[in-house]
């Protein structure tokens, strides 16, 4: 028999005190989402059960005594620290579930510039702790467009990945060592080395776990020196997506590591730069930056390579520079967004996968020409690729669509879910993966035996040894 | 009805630099638009904002007049340059017939002659009624509205900020005044400035509607193909631009630092807040 409302309420008060649980009915209905249901959150339209509670340990010992207790009585708690997830793994997807919200553990414990490496609470905003390292000429390297927002516990649990990852990788590359609390109350401390061979890397097992195997309470990430007098922008237009693969395959087979390198399709370009781009163009750009030969050598090198493509037309840098400067989102860009969906209700949406050389563009071409032809009401349909590898490369799918003939609470049913079913299958079609960052969700969930085949069994394994009671974020990466 | 809405493509201040802004400032004067276009050459276009309020405001009149059976023509129309062409295809998907102006020089704070193309462009379109958005971009003077409805001879509205089918052909205007807002019924022909609406957003064609509408092409015209030509570009504007200083904004204010909240909010209090508290 489930406990009740307030019965959740005074078992969380008995660990951290009444005045870190929170049960305002506003915050709590908030809570319920994350921004895979963004146009309700604009329309204030919800659906989803709604929380019993949102509790804020003030550390490591009060998260352990919260899930010790939540194992206990069989009650559903969803990990969440800075709430910028985008595929509904912060949804409570059962009644009575239990937000534990890491913000209130929000210390930057250390920064070692000599270990290179800096270490921070799950609640630490990522843009306090970069700001905190540039006062020391370094750059933790990780800059997702929700920099500003974002937290370092989710960040490391979705296994996300920055703009810059082409360089700097992405976080399962960055993360030295991490606590995690599991649902028994086991608190784990992975230590700080560069590297080892002691058996399996267990650092994997957390990153990336999306709350569904335990809760993040500190990162130790390392650090890169910053050198952002001598980056170097690229520009280039050209005709065909096919093209701009092949050039991003040729820059990194080569060994070439920017920090930046992508190439928009025309609908994507479209949307940042009509001022230089013509409507059929594709945008092919990179930014080099490190030391000063490091920056220079690789935009030579990449300039070489671009060169041998005629139907490549260089633009000037200054193009590529200023949109740089303007990537990230804080909560500005986040609230003009909200207020032209509100009154336009045209929605952007995304869903990025990855696969190999051969086959990412073949991805993209049919994924596309399905959903053109079968979703209704696109106002644009078009992507990205934004992290490359040696052995290939993201499709970051970027769509708009009007919202007509239904309210807001069925925006994912008739647009958002269609789409992504059409893309997960094309990708899966292929052998590639149907999420290269935002994590699985609850809104991937029901590909997940797709996406790992035989190795399925090792997923189900680590969830059933980790969280048995299966009270970690239901519905998250296991569907219900 | 024929409605006709002039708008201004700008560049998107937003995405502007401390260091940008300083070089617009630097392009005061009209030698200075070389100066000032180089600051603002490669961040995006936008819509200016109060001409978007027009353009989507024109849009829901013609489907408020639809509703009542009643039919309207839309036009849209920029004096600009190539740079407008992204803009007038999504204004063509949308219903617009589209036209653009070359103006065949720099027409910056020279509001006397981007009067002088509006009025005649919106004459050549044949518009009973014409919307623009109050004012364009920073320092803009808001003149071009009035000078516009003083050369066409039409009464002019400001300040609109919403625009229903009233009896007949004529129009039930909603425009802000100082102590809130008023509402008026106007005649076609007329002159309707839009200016902070709440509906202030386009909407958006889907590619379906791009795609149907790919076939027209906008009509280009020269400056010269109107009488006048707007050579009284900036020699025979009224006040000529002498100046541009950027207005700071910033106010007085210390920065309460701290390693946590709690440090912070501590700081606060022993630092600025306990002294005052005791006295009260």
Redesign the interface.
């Known amino acids: 028999m489930s406990l009740s409302r307030e019965a959740i309420v005074e078992g969380l008060q008995r660990i951290v005190g009444p005045e870190a649980v929170v049960t305002d009915e506003k915050v709590l209905v908030e809570s319920s989402v994350d921004n895979f249901r963004k146009l309700q959150n604009i329309f204030d339209v919800h659906t989803l059960p709604v929380p019993a509670a949102v509790v804020l340990p003030a550390d490591a010992a009060q998260v352990a005594g919260i899930l010790t207790w939540a194992n206990e009585n069989g009650v559903n708690v969803i990990p969440k620290t800075g709430g910028t997830a985008t595929e509904g793994g912060l949804e409570s997807a059962v009644p009575d579930s239990v937000i534990i919200d890491g913000s209130a553990m929000n210390k930057v414990i250390s920064v070692d510039p000599y270990n290179m490496q800096a270490t921070a609470q799950c609640g630490v905003p990522l843009q306090a702790l970069e700001d905190r390292v540039r006062e020391h000429g370094l750059t933790t390297g990780h800059s997702p467009q929700s920099k500003p927002v974002a937290h370092m516990g989710g960040l490391v649990a979705t296994r996300s990945i920055g703009q810059f990852s082409t360089l700097y990788g992405g976080i399962e590359d960055m993360v030295v060592g991490l606590e995690a609390v599991f649902p028994n109350g086991e608190t784990c401390r992975i230590k700080n080395v560069p590297r080892r061979a002691a058996g399996p890397d267990i650092r994997h097992i957390v990153v990336g776990n999306e709350g569904a195997l335990c809760f993040i309470t500190e990162v130790t990430v390392k650090l890169f020196p910053y050198f952002p007098e001598n980056n170097v922008f690229l520009g280039w237009t050209l005709k065909d997506m096919k093209t701009g693969f092949e050039v991003l395959r040729d820059v990194m087979v080569n060994g070439y590591k920017p920090s930046v390198a992508r190439v928009y399709d025309p609908g994507d370009a479209g949307v940042h730069f009509s001022h230089f781009a013509e409507p059929d163009d594709c945008v092919l750009l990179f930014m080099a930056e490190g030391a000063a030969t490091v920056a220079k050598a690789t935009a030579d090198g990449i300039q070489a390579i671009v060169d041998q493509h005629p139907e490549c037309t260089q633009v000037p840098s200054k193009y590529i520079e200023t949109w740089f400067n303007d990537l990230c989102w804080g909560p500005d860009k986040i609230l003009a967004e909200d207020e032209r969906i509100r009154q336009t209700r045209n929605v952007n949406r995304t869903t990025e996968i990855s696969a190999d050389w051969s086959t990412i563009n073949d991805i993209y071409q049919t994924a596309k020409a399905r959903i053109l032809d079968e979703i209704p009401d696109i106002t644009m349909m078009g992507g990205h690729s934004s992290h490359s590898y040696i052995n290939g490369t993201n499709m970051y799918f970027n769509y708009f669509f009007n919202v007509v003939g239904v309210g807001p609470e069925a925006e994912t049913e008739k647009y958002y879910l269609p789409i992504i079913s059409i893309i997960c299958e094309e990708t899966l079609k292929r052998g590639g993966s149907i999420v290269h960052h935002h994590g699985m969700g609850k809104a991937r969930a029901p590909w997940v035996k797709d996406e790992y085949g035989s190795s399925y069994y090792m997923l189900e394994t680590l969830k059933k040894a980790f969280d048995p009671k299966g009270i970690m974020n239901k519905g998250t990466i296991f569907p219900i | 009805m024929r409605i006709a809405v002039s708008f201004k493509v700008t560049p998107d201040y937003e ?1 502007l ?1 401390q260091v940008d802004w300083a070089r617009v400032a630097a392009g005061g004067g009209a030698g200075g638009a070389e100066a000032r276009a180089e600051a603002t ?5 936008v819509f200016n904002v109060f001409d978007e309020a027009a353009l989507e405001l024109a849009l829901r009149l013609r489907d408020a007049r639809a509703e009542r059976g009643l039919e309207t023509s839309l036009a849209a129309f920029s004096v600009a340059g190539r ?1 407008a062409e ?1 803009f007038l ?1 999504t204004l063509q998907a949308l219903g617009f017939v589209v036209a653009r102006v070359d103006a065949e020089g720099d027409l910056d704070f020279a509001p006397a002659a981007t009067a002088e193309l509006v009025a005649a462009c919106a004459q050549r379109l044949v518009g009973d009624v014409l919307l623009l958005g109050e004012r364009a971009g920073p320092g803009d003077s808001g003149a071009v509205p009035f000078l516009v409805a003083e050369a066409l001879g039409r009464p002019c509205l400001t300040r609109v900020t919403g625009i229903e089918p009233a009896e007949g052909e004529r129009l039930r205007v909603t425009f802000t005044t100082d102590d809130g807002s008023a509402r008026a019924t106007v005649p076609a022909p007329c002159v309707l400035a839009v200016g902070n609406a709440v ?9 379906r509607d791009r795609l149907a509408a790919r076939t027209e092409q906008a009509a280009v015209l020269v400056a010269s193909d109107f009488a006048g030509g707007g050579a009284a570009a900036h020699s025979g504007e009224p006040a000529m631009l002498t100046d541009l200083e950027i207005i700071d904004r910033s106010r007085a204010g210390v920065v309460v630092g701290g ?3 709690a440090d912070k909010a501590r700081a606060l209090y022993e630092d600025h807040l306990r002294a005052r508290l005791e006295r009260l």
């Open positions: 995405a630099r050459r490669y961040v995006r276009r740079e992204p295809a509906v202030s957003m386009l909407r958006v064609p889907t590619l390693a946590t909240a």
